[in-house]
């Protein structure tokens, strides 16, 4: 159980209800993560409009935003930002191996240059607030400078929820999916 109760929507002020139902999965419940940081609706709010804003214009498409998100949750051992996220990068066309390989990424083969320098970068990133001058050169070699913030805010962005999901001990609404994707579940 997390360590702060999950709010329902009547405990929402009206002019937040909003947020809420945005975010409800199919008129039910919306994921836990929201449902305690429904405890402040204000920054709820604010939560989603910067997530939504990186995950619109990180600069990067769908598929390697999701190998950023996934990498951090690794290095931040966030289990509910990666459950979350492998069903994501699954959505997106990412197969299982390549999921995995992520804890591995430097030894796998299934990485191009590009996302070797995402990743290097994301690692550096999760390190130290200053990544060394050649990460950020060869990421600059395969990303243009508005996907460069976008990378920072959004590793920096997933740090952040990590430390809260964590620090809250928010549950998973399923069964965890695994570090290695060994629990049962819908696949896409």
Avoid at 32 to 39: A, H, L, T
Avoid at 161 to 167: H, N, V
């Amino acid at each position: 159980m997390a360590r702060l109760p999950f709010v329902r929507r009547e405990d929402i002020p009206t002019e937040l209800q909003y947020v809420w139902d945005a975010v409800a999965r199919d008129g039910g419940e919306p994921p836990n993560i929201f449902r305690v940081m429904g405890n402040n609706p204000h920054l709820l709010r604010a939560y989603l409009r910067l997530g939504n804003g990186l995950w619109n214009h990180c600069g990067l498409d769908v598929a390697t935003r999701e190998l950023a998100i996934l990498r951090t949750a690794i290095l931040h051992q966030s289990k509910y930002e990666w459950h979350q996220h492998v069903r994501l990068a699954r959505e997106a066309g990412i197969p299982d191996e390549k999921i995995l390989a992520l804890h591995h990424w430097r030894e796998s083969p299934l990485f191009g240059e590009a996302e070797r320098a995402l990743l290097a970068y994301v690692d550096a990133m999760a390190q130290t607030d200053h990544p060394l001058q050649s990460l950020h050169d060869e990421l600059a070699r395969h990303f243009p400078p508005a996907a460069i913030v976008g990378i920072n805010l959004l590793c920096g962005f997933y740090a952040m929820t990590a430390k809260f999901l964590g620090a809250m001990e928010v549950p998973t609404e399923e069964e965890f999916v695994g570090w290695h994707l060994q629990a049962s579940g819908p696949r896409p």
